[in-house]
């Protein structure tokens, strides 16, 4: 599946899920402007999340942009002494970022174990640190598995 049909496909699962919790009269979310564009923003993320162990995928490349602006901007904030954020914090992410994006193209097979449930559920745990909300974790999970499903290996076992 291209990335396009991944991010459709996501969105749907995600509305279908947050129909089901409407009928279920669970309130996880309050639709307001911020709270919708989280929401876009965890679903595209995270139905693109699993092709992190392919070099040419779209979210390989995000994160290698996201972890080299990560390195310079913490750089520049040491040289530069401001206080706009921490700069060992915003060094340390980066290089991890940058790490785990080497390590998840170069040591796993493309639609390997990262395309598993497991991985599955500990890729949204970063999401619970950031958002403290199970929600959120929820609609991530959902999008996680809409890549696996439309790329039929939500069924196989690892």
């Known amino acids: 599946?291209?990335?396009?049909?991944?991010?459709?496909?996501?969105?749907?699962?995600?509305?279908?899920?947050?129909?089901?919790?409407?009928?279920?009269?669970?309130?996880?979310?309050?639709f307001t402007a911020s709270s919708i564009a989280i929401m876009a923003g965890v679903i595209v993320f995270y139905s693109l999340l699993p092709d992190i162990d392919h070099k040419?995928?779209?979210?390989?490349?995000w994160f290698f942009g996201i972890g080299v602006l990560g390195l310079v901007f913490g750089i520049s904030e040491l040289v530069l002494?401001?206080?706009f954020v921490n700069p060992l914090l915003l060094l340390i992410i980066s290089t991890g970022l940058l790490v785990f994006t080497?390590?998840?193209?170069?040591?796993?097979?493309?639609?390997g174990i990262i395309h598993s449930v497991p991985v599955g559920i500990l890729s949204v745990l970063p999401l619970w640190f950031l958002l403290h909300s199970?929600?959120?974790?929820?609609?991530?999970?959902?999008a996680w598995h809409s890549h696996l499903l439309g790329d039929g290996y939500l069924f196989k076992v690892k």
């Open 1 to 30: 599946m291209q990335k396009r049909n991944h991010i459709i496909f996501g969105f749907f699962l995600c509305f279908i899920f947050i129909l089901f919790l409407g009928f279920l009269k669970l309130e996880w979310f309050y």
């Open 56 to 61: 040419n995928s779209t979210i390989t490349w």
């Open 81 to 83: 002494k401001k206080d």
């Open 102 to 111: 080497y390590f998840a193209v170069n040591l796993f097979e493309h639609r």
């Open 134 to 142: 199970v929600g959120y974790c929820m609609l991530a999970y959902v």
